[in-house]
């Protein structure tokens, strides 16, 4: 059935290493000419990645295994020359700039000359004609911030097609769209097909890949586990696409732990968060959960379901605008609005992201575990450098951090060691509960090891754990009790003991019907 | 070098561009036959320099929070005009005017402040407005004019200390500084290898120690002669002495104190730090406020020295004390910097100055060479980061980092 003269890409075995990490291990991809042709995974399988090896973001020769396009080996060292060849990659981060109108944009880099300059009729005629395409009915001239987040994708796709594509690859287009932009959308991918291009589209929502996909490659944990032909006029069958994403056996990756659950600590009731700059949008559409002392309770959800957005909002207030809802602990209405107060009433958050969020990478690592309570080893505002010593030692013992000295810059620390000074920072601050957001992210499989069991360590202590994973087997594997999260809204809440990673899956990937925006 | 290492307790970096600045002093000892390194020529080079190193020293916690302060020149003459009519015309006394000019700086730097921290407004923006504002300010205040300040103020900028007691061949008020200034060095060395004993850290080897003390004695010795045997009625200077006993305290603001971590810990990552619980807004605010304070404090310093405030005073300061923040190590991307490191960054700049002149060089040639200096030093610091590896020139022109040093070395640089 599948003709291999047909094919317009095909990658073999293509392996990607970053330090300590092997993001890409084997994948193979082929991709027919004329097909839409879906790729799915969980957070982190690889799919971005592969897809910045295809276009040169990733250079020929920091790469292992072969890519052919066209039929011909293709051997890019930048976008430039993978676009030069007719492949044009739309990233889930828009790459407009806002100040400029959709003439200037589309022709960014790719500027229409003219004598002595660029020659802006042309431009702009040019532009009128690929936003018909795209089906935009704006001014040329429009700033692209005045445009909402629907018409911008449309203009990146306008900007692709410029360009005199041949296979044209979405990450994520629909992720930040709304329902109605997203079928727009999808019908111009449709169309674009019935003209003969040939789409690649990554994509979490699986309800979408059903209805549009040819072929579905699924990655996991960056290898390529099948591929799935669609025959003309059938849809997959999503329920497959989910035991292809997250089937891999459970092994004892995890340690074994018993909780032992006391009372209610954190109680939350109808939380709802309004996006900081785009108001109209809610992040937290009245979140409703607890956590008792002693739980480890897990938050599952895609990327830009609302999980962080939800901890962090709690956490005195640091992200989004409040609108409503009750936060109790032990009992007793609290409405941290600083960090500050957070820390106060027995907060603490382990950030995502460590580089951005996280460490002061130019910091040492003593002065970094003491940084969120120097008031504790401090007096009349001069802190305890000795004191300041031994509690530093006291957590290089107790989390076993792998440093000749604390004297030492956290930069020079490896990923593990890193987050455990992180999370020695926010133990240090005597946290009654502990959010921990992908507090694995990015660390090898030890040290993911040696988190468990301080997580579980603390959870025996009475401490109450929210942890927040993008990897459905961790939460399965570490925590008591499991929340779902999809669009804002918390969907579901599972025993752990019960749940599979299908059952969270589907918790995760449902949209709820009543999406309103406004409040 | 590891004994080198050792016995400067891993700040080896810092003690490179002591050495290129006392390595400088005596390439031009040599040049000029002679005149550098003598007691009347460090006497000017501290009373001439000193009111650019009280910059340098606010100048460097606004570069590590990652702003900068173009007004600190205007800042200076500003107040220093106010101040000397506050003198002549209202007739108030020197210490009430002084008080009144910090006040005064206060407020100046409360107003940018406010913009920087509260307003979002970037400190570049801010101080340039404030640049022009409060030059206009002191001439709109003065009238353009010069206006003399009373002999009592001009000890704040060109003083000395008193001569008293028996004669011992030298000044006894540096006498007595000096023996001080080596007693407070060694009883600080024990406490803190008995501190370090007490929580069981390493404590360094005794010998060295008993050798590090030796050393900074010696320093310290070899300077209390020097500035103890000018002529007479000279000694080591009043804005020397002011500038040593700021250095040692916001040393002590910036490596020891919660306040000192919060400038570091938002100039490093502000994210981070604002999720640490660290009010960055504050930390903002009170860093330009603190700046222009110690703008103020140079503006009197300097009027003190020059005898009246005029128009044209504090012309060009802001870029002598940004050249010295970067000269001593500081990141412009902000977290990085040290107070100790701007003041040497500054003295090497001050030697060079002094030496140029001395070898009767014109103001062409001085401007053209501090230019390719400035460029030197931290193209250096650069190119050794991108080696990602020490080298002798990244001994030499270190970056320093934003963590704490000891005690030793925030007092023993400046003395």
Redesign the interface.
Known sequence: MLDQTDDILEMKDIVKEFPGVRALDGVSLSVRRGEIHAICGENGAGKSTLMKVLSGVHPHGSYGGEIFFEGKPAKFSNIRDSEGAGIVIIHQELALIPELSITENIFLGNEVRGRGGIDWNTARQRAKELMARVGLQDDPDSRIKTLGVGKQQLVEIAKAISKNVSLLILDEPTAALNESDSSHLLDLIREFKSHGMTCIMISHKLNEIAAIADSITIIRDGHSVETITVPPGEHVDEDRLIRGMVGRPLTSRYPEHTSHPGDVLLEVKDWTIRHPEVTERLVCKGSTFQIRRGEIVGFAGLMGAGRTELA?SL??R?YGRYVKGTMTMHGREVSPK???Q??ELGLA?V?EDRK?????????IR?TIV?????RI?SR???D??AE??AA?KYRRDLRIKTPSV?E?VIKLSGGNQQKVVVA?WLFTEPELLILDEPTRGIDVGAKYEMYGIMNALADEGKAIMMISSELPELLGTCDRIYTVSAGLITGCVDAKDATQEGLMRLMTLVPTNTTTAA | MNALKELFG?SLRQFGMLFVMVALALLFHGLTGGLVITPTNLMNLLNGNSYILVLAIGMVMVIIIGHIDLSVGSVAAFVGIVVAIAMRDWGIPWWLAFILGLALGAVCGAWQGFWVAYMGIPGFIVTLAGYMFFRGANQWVGKSLTVPVPKAFQYLGAGYLPEWGPDTAMNNSTLLLGIVAVVVLVWMQLSQRR??E??G?DVPALSVTVIRLVLVTLVIGYLTWMFGTGRPGSSFPVPGLILVALVILYSYLTS????G?HI??VG??R???????V?TKRTYFLVMMNMAMLAAFAGMMFVGRSTASGPFDGVGWELDAIAAVFIGGAAVSG??GTVVGSVIGGLVMAVLNNGLQLMSAGSDATQMIKGLVLLAAVALDVWQKSQNKPSITGLLFPSK????ETPEHTTKAPV
């Open positions: 962090r956490f005195g640091s600083t960090v500050e957070a820390i958050y950030t951005v969020l996280g460490l002061n990478l130019l910091d040492a002065t940084s969120a309570d120097l008031p401090s505002g001069v802190v450098r000795n010593h031994v030692e004297n810059g920072k | 891993g501190a370090l007490k929580i850290a020891r104190t919660i306040f971590r570091y810990a490093g990552n994210l981070a730090a604002e999720l640490s619980g009010n977290g990085v980092k934003g963590v704490a």
